[in-house]
């Protein structure tokens, strides 16, 4: 039996003075069910998946466009604090490509109100990072992951991570 089941009926059979039934009715539907599925967690960065071409052999650098929603900033690739978790992408070897150092955008410096001396190297609204690639000819996909931690002007959040793939045609 669920613990949620046995608490509903526990306190429908409890006599309370002047406690109408549907009163106790609607506290024991408030009660959580443990086994149920946890809600997805929220995402607070989207990445604009584009097809990009480059010419094959060259060193060609791509754009992966990155936008952090309104009302939230993440950490930059170089936090001031080594407590924070900095915006890092990692990207799986793609065969005929040769992927070369990620280029991260600077941040903007940031403060929070209750402390305006502490300043943080944050990206808030859309950035850009920058791939440097030399590729053969055809067309590649590069899999990889943007690990960030996402805050607001109260309070920072657990990281996250959100699946990148780069498509690009090399002739």
Same mark, same amino acid.
């Given at each position: 039996?669920?613990?949620?089941? &046995? ?5 429908? =059979?409890? +006599?309370?003075?002047?406690?109408? !039934?549907? $009163? !106790?009715?609607?506290?024991?539907? *408030? ?9 997805? +967690?929220? $995402?607070?960065? &989207? @990445?604009?998946?584009? *097809? ?5 052999? /060259?060193? =060609? ?19 001031? =604090?080594?407590? !924070?978790?900095? #915006?890092?992408? %990692?990207? *799986?070897?793609?065969?005929? &490509? /040769?992927?070369?150092?990620?280029? @991260? ?7 929070? =109100?209750?402390?305006? #001396?502490?300043?943080?190297?944050? @990206?808030?609204?859309?950035? %850009? &990072? /920058?791939? +440097? ?11 990889? #992951?943007?690990?960030? *931690? ?6 920072? @959040? +657990? ?8 498509? !690009?045609?090399? /002739?």
């Amino acid at each position: 039996m669920q613990p949620r089941l &046995v608490l509903a009926a526990g306190l429908l =059979s409890l +006599p309370l003075a002047g406690a109408p !039934l549907a $009163s !106790l009715v609607a506290n024991a539907q *408030q009660v959580g069910n443990l086994d149920a599925p946890a809600p997805k +967690p929220k $995402s607070y960065v &989207v @990445y604009a998946a584009e *097809q990009q071409n480059v010419t094959a052999g /060259k060193r =060609s650098v791509l754009e992966l466009h990155f936008r952090v929603v309104d009302g939230f900033h993440v950490n930059s690739h170089t936090p001031k =604090s080594e407590l !924070l978790i900095p #915006t890092q992408i %990692t990207l *799986q070897p793609a065969a005929g &490509v /040769k992927a070369e150092t990620v280029e @991260y955008p600077a941040g903007t410096s940031f403060s929070f =109100s209750f402390d305006p #001396t502490e300043k943080l190297d944050v @990206y808030s609204g859309a950035f %850009t &990072v /920058k791939l +440097p690639v030399v590729a053969d000819a055809g067309t590649h996909t590069i899999d990889g #992951t943007l690990r960030y *931690q996402a805050c607001d002007d109260a309070a920072c @959040y +657990p990281p996250k991570s959100l699946p990148v793939q780069v498509i !690009l045609t090399a /002739k």
